[in-house]
């Protein structure tokens, strides 16, 4: 699992067409799975930073019915610098684990570096987009090359090979300035392939199930972990 | 005017800037003070790529340092990723000739911009602006991300260069065609497909996309301006609104217009027109009658707009103060399709700059 989705991230794997799930998810089931994800990860990983719905529908000016508008936020993560010592390379044993423990997460921390996810819908591209902003403790944000530092071994190692269409920094959607974020040209065809690996008992929570498998992806480029009761829901 | 052909787009590729660029005066250490750079800058051109040409202009007066170009108009930092044009269009309501910008060489806010390394970021931007087009028209970012190298070079240079045709020759193999709607492909039918039955124009027709890639730069006027004298000042990009949704062309046989695809980009301002877009602009609320636009009485538009309710939330319509593409404001009833086709940049999206008012909200 963990190859295969490094390999995804890596290249754009062509599958062939299938109706069955384009890999894209419309605004407003994004929406609801954002809810529904919010509520899990805030019920199973209690002791770790919550995840809000930041409200954006009056961002016009004035607050329009029937118009919901706004995006998923997790503020101050810790995440630390590795050793490099402490990563052996290429040595997946190809079990049933996840993910990456190289790096260490935290929630808190006085020295590592202070992290902000978002999760912006992209309506060119049907997906949701993971943007990102770190700074050290001393308030000064982190540059590429610092960030790299603070990613598992295997990220950084797809980070330096495909520069552009990985992480890059483009503008915040909501906030009009610079945010790091992962590239989402790729993440239809990736996500096809995830879903298609697993079974097709879409009906039911298909879009919850969407938003697990699609954080269980670029959650992993930070090590951030998915308890273990939202994993189950992914097969 | 030829029809078809590619006049319109043509004076697009063709439009230009006159600038007046100053140093600004933090950076400047030589008696007298350099004179202002006269520039024409194109329209579907970025400011960073004016810099080979302002360097040599201005550096004899610069501080030792590092240097890194950005730029700002009336103190406010110009997004480099956002075509000039588009930019002039946005911040300069009523059109200063020459532009007045000041360009800096130290002191880059990466607060607020977009970290730019010369042309390559430039040509980055553009790329990955392209690609999310393609993603849009045909649900896939591949024929882009597998141009060649050499047209890869070409596609870029006829951008930096304003080669409509070698830009329309390589372009062309990324198929990103944008089916209109029916009623406009009847209007302006191509040869090729007078050939072919009426079935299976349908048939191609249904078989593609009708996304339209548009990016609207909004400044939500809360305030009444009679005219554009007395245009807005921005000190931040906070006042505007940069929204980046694609248009659906929905319905068929109907007449989509530009006014059609403002409210499809727009559900907050025109909560109605979800999904149900009706062509009726015989008594269109929101759009200005030409005679009146041209006294330049907003008053009396308002008057008008007001008249007609038919939204439970919002007391009154939206009204559009400007919508300005490619420096020209075309009337809201033509054909989406003919704008796309004619003023989009050559990124493949439809820069659209617009000042609205608000409707009043009820009470809530």
Known sequence: MNQTVSIVILKVVMVSDQETCDGSLSLSDFRIAANAFTEKWNKFNSAFPEWYWI???????????????????????????????????????????????????????DDGDQYHFHVVYSPSYKVPVLYFHAHSTDGQPLNLDEI???????????????????????EHPYLNRPWY???????????????????????????EQYFISWFSVVGQVFGLKLPFEMLKSIG | MKRGGKEAQQ??????????????????????????????????????????????????????????????????????????????????????????????????????????DGEDS??????????????????????VMNMSQPDQVDLWRSVMNGKLETHTRISSKLKLGIVGDDFSAKLNPSPLKAQ?????????????????????????VDEDFDDLEEEPHFDSWDQISYINRPVEINGKGKYFTLLDAVKSILPEFYPNSLNTIKSEFKNEPGIEPEEERSTGQSNIIEETSVKSIETPSLSGQPVIKLLRI???????????????????????????????????????
């Open chain 1, 55 to 109: 409200d954006c529908s009056n961002r016009l000016g004035f607050a329009a019915h029937g118009v919901v508008d706004g995006y998923l936020s997790l503020q101050n993560v810790f995440i630390r610098r590795s050793l490099e010592e402490e990563h052996d390379e290429g040595s997946s044993n190809d079990d049933d684990e996840l993910f990456d423990d190289a790096t260490l997460v935290q929630s808190t921390s």
């Open chain 1, 181 to 207: 974020m992962l590239h989402p040209c790729g993440t239809n065809e990736w996500m096809k392939l995830l879903l298609l690996a697993g079974d097709n008992s879409m009906a039911t929570n298909g879009t």
């Open chain 1, 148 to 170: 790299e530092k603070n990613l598992p071994t295997k990220s950084a190692k797809v980070l330096l090979e495909s520069k552009w269409t990985f992480i890059t920094q483009e």
């Open chain 2, 196 to 220: 072919h039955s009426v079935d299976e124009t349908e048939a191609t027709a249904a078989s593609k996309s009708s996304r339209i890639p548009v990016r609207l730069y909004l400044w939500s």
């Open chain 2, 11 to 116: 004076y697009v590729w063709d439009g230009a800037i006159p600038l007046q660029i100053h140093l600004h005066d933090s950076e400047v250490t030589t008696l007298p003070p350099p004179a202002p750079a006269l520039i024409l800058a194109p329209r579907i051109g970025y400011l960073p790529l004016l810099s080979p040409q302002l360097k040599p202009f201005f550096s004899g007066a610069l501080p030792p340092g590092v240097d890194t170009v950005w730029f700002d108009y009336k103190g406010l930092p110009l997004k480099w990723h956002i075509p000039t044009g588009v930019l002039f269009d946005l911040l300069c309501a009523e059109p200063e000739r020459p532009w007045n910008l000041t360009v800096h060489f130290r002191g880059y806010p990466g607060n607020v911009l977009i970290p730019c």
């Open chain 2, 122 to 143: 430039v040509k980055w931007s553009y790329i990955n602006s392209l690609k999310e087009a393609a993603y849009i028209i045909h649900g896939s970012s591949k024929n």
């Open chain 2, 326 to 364: 490619q420096g020209i404001e075309p009337k809201l009833e033509i054909p989406f399709s003919w704008v796309v086709k004619n003023l989009m940049n050559p990124d493949y999206f439809l820069h659209i700059c617009l000042y609205i008012k608000a409707p009043k909200p009820l009470d809530t």
